[in-house]
């Protein structure tokens, strides 16, 4: 069983950065397809992928919403993701979950919220105008 942590949410002015950390726990990351993805959630919204990255290679996908703004990065090591977040927007606020995904049988860039296995709590993150 894989338990995801995040934190690193919190209230930043249009413009600002934020960097969130996803800390995975349990099961098993050696899995070749195996990958990290974020969401969004707004208020009244539906969750919205942001991006993902795969544990072995580092490949990464953005949603168009979120690119040359956001990067996600990894530290196999710690078994800890990240999501930089820069030139943020009010409407980047929103909670902000992080997913794993065994990958295998699914679609990369594994874009739907169905294809994960696991979850973390979320993070709140507010971008004030």
């Known amino acids: 069983q894989v338990q995801l942590v995040e934190s690193g949410g919190g209230l930043v002015q249009t413009g600002g950065s934020l960097r969130l950390s996803c800390a995975a726990s349990?099961?098993?990351?050696?899995?070749?397809?195996?990958?990290m993805g974020w969401f969004r959630q707004a208020p009244g919204k539906e969750r919205e992928f942001a991006g993902v990255?795969?544990?072995?290679?580092?490949?990464?996908s953005y949603a168009d919403s979120v690119k040359g703004r956001f990067t996600i990065s990894r530290d196999n090591a710690k078994k800890t993701v990240y999501l930089q977040m820069t030139s943020l927007k009010p409407e980047d606020t929103a909670v902000y979950y992080c997913?794993?995904?065994?990958?295998?049988?699914?679609?990369?860039?594994?874009?739907?919220?169905?294809?994960?296995?696991?979850w973390g709590q979320g993070t709140q993150v507010t971008v004030s105008s």
């Open positions: 997913a794993a995904t065994r990958g295998a049988g699914r679609s990369w860039p594994y874009f739907f919220a169905y294809e994960y296995d696991y």
């Open positions: 349990g099961g098993t990351f050696s899995n070749y397809d195996m990958a």
């Open positions: 990255i795969t544990w072995r290679g580092g490949i990464t």
